[in-house]
Antibody, heavy 120, light 107 residues
Framework: EVQLVESGGGLVQPGGSLRLSCAASGFTFSTYWMSWVRQAPGKGLEWVGNIKQDGSEKYYVDSVRGRFTISRDSAKNSLYLQMNSLRAEDTAVYYC?????????????WGQGTLVTVSS | DIQMTQSPSSVSASVGDRVTISCRASQDLSSWLAWYQQKPGKAPKLLIYSASTLQSGVPSRFSGSGSGTDFTLTISSLQPEDFATYFCQQANRFPITFGQGTRLEIK
């Protein structure tokens, strides 16, 4: 059974940093694109970025480029999101999601999400 | 960035009704479009990709159509478990973008 479990969320002050993790199981992690998607409270979905199977390609939405970094560790079957210079508008539930086989951009499995709150 | 606009923003319907939700893209997507269902407090669930391909395990009452800039999600006969919020998503180019969502409520 495919499982994605996010962790690392919490309360952080504006300008602070946080690192989210996503533990993957039930599939061959190293063969799939992986994405992060966020959802502000009561709002819609916003794609944050994704990473290729071998980590050689990464793409980000403009609003986080230069502040957030996606990485992965296939030995640990884990995906990461390093978030720096956090702003109030980064407050959201962050989901990790797997790209459908043979494509990067359709997301067929999602974690349960982890809440990040940026506030003083 | 490609803008995705869904209509309506919300719709009320009854069990057994046929419901259609529309999604319009600001640029030609060919067939690079997906639909997701999200229930309160839960992660989204992939229903349809490539505009009309049903994801494994999704009931056949869900169908998708369209190409280019105009797409439709149809639920042929609403079931109680279908009341949720639906999002379209373009996969034609980065950044991936989603529609604002359509909330399907019980009448």
């Amino acid at each position: 059974e495919v499982q994605l479990v996010e962790s690392g969320g919490g309360l952080v002050q504006p300008g602070g940093s946080l690192r989210l993790s996503c533990a993957a199981s039930g599939f061959t992690f190293s063969t799939y694109w992986m994405s992060w998607v966020r959802q502000a409270p009561g709002k819609g979905l916003e794609w944050v970025g994704n990473i290729k199977q071998d980590g050689s390609e990464k793409y980000y939405v403009d609003s986080v480029r230069g502040r957030f970094t996606i990485s992965r560790d296939s030995a640990k079957n884990s995906l990461y999101l390093q978030m720096n210079s956090l702003r109030a508008e980064d407050t959201a539930v962050y989901y990790c999601a797997r790209g459908l086989v043979a494509t990067s951009d359709y997301l067929d499995y999602w974690g349960q999400g982890t809440l990040v709150t940026v506030s003083s | 960035d490609i803008q995705m606009t869904q209509s309506p923003s919300s719709v009320s319907a009854s069990v057994g009704d046929r419901v259609t939700i529309s999604c319009r893209a600001s640029q030609d997507l060919s067939s690079w479009l997906a639909w997701y269902q999200q229930k309160p407090g839960k992660a989204p669930k992939l229903l349809i990709y490539s505009a009309s391909t049903l994801q494994s395990g999704v009931p056949s009452r869900f169908s998708g159509s369209g190409s280019g800039t105009d797409f439709t999600l149809t639920i042929s006969s609403l079931q109680p478990e279908d009341f949720a919020t639906y999002f379209c998503q373009q996969a034609n180019r980065f950044p991936i973008t989603f529609g604002q969502g359509t909330r399907l409520e019980i009448k």
